[in-house]
């Protein structure tokens, strides 16, 4: 969903397969309970406090920048949202306990990819006391899924009707949980230390953090 204009609040919704189901029984099962926003559009280096025609002037870029078209790929948008803080709240929640890199190995000696890597992040600065993991869990998404894919805590993937430990397609995959473990996938010698990303997001904070995979080609098992 998305507006169209920044003058009215005139929308724009893009159903999804389940949601046009629902309408489509006109038996008033499609009910919106929950909804997120977001400024993925919004690049805030552009406010300017130079500007010579004053204070109402200073985010004039920002208000005329182009509204990206709604999508439900949730790839590639609501990567950013907005969040709900107590007043007096001077950090914002991020991610922690995930390293930079993680290496995994494709064993060609006998065609396996390991005990592969678990990510097991954390979180800091959440409202709740003693709290370490955000309550609703972490979406996880490698950018490049024909040499490595993740298993997580939970059977959610997307998209689902794609077998992610056998496709060699490039393509991204998104799985959600409190943690996930990342497998190394058949590769070439020649492939030996190919590299992807890993983008941890926090699905109640939106807080994002992002890692390196490289994918290790061993001639013997082991």
Known sequence: MGYLN??????DAVLTKKGRELLARGQNEFKI????LADDEVDYSLWDETNP???DYYGKVIESLPLLEPTANANTTMRYKLVTR????NKMTSITNVQPSYDVNWNAGDSTAGSGQLIQPNSINLPGEN????SDGY???ILNSSIAYLETDMSTTSPSNIDYTTSAQNMSQTVYGQQ????AKPILESQHGAA???IITGLSYGATRACTVVVQYLATGG
């Not at 309970?33 to 997120?36: E, L, W």
């Open 6 to 11: 920044n003058a009215t609040t005139v929308l």
């Open 33 to 36: 309970t929950k909804f997120a």
């Open 53 to 55: 025609l004053g204070t």
């Open 86 to 89: 107590e007043t007096g709240t």
């Open 131 to 134: 709290q370490q993991t955000d």
């Open 139 to 141: 979406s996880f998404t």
């Open 180 to 183: 996930c473990t990342v497998f």
């Open 196 to 198: 992807t990303t890993i």
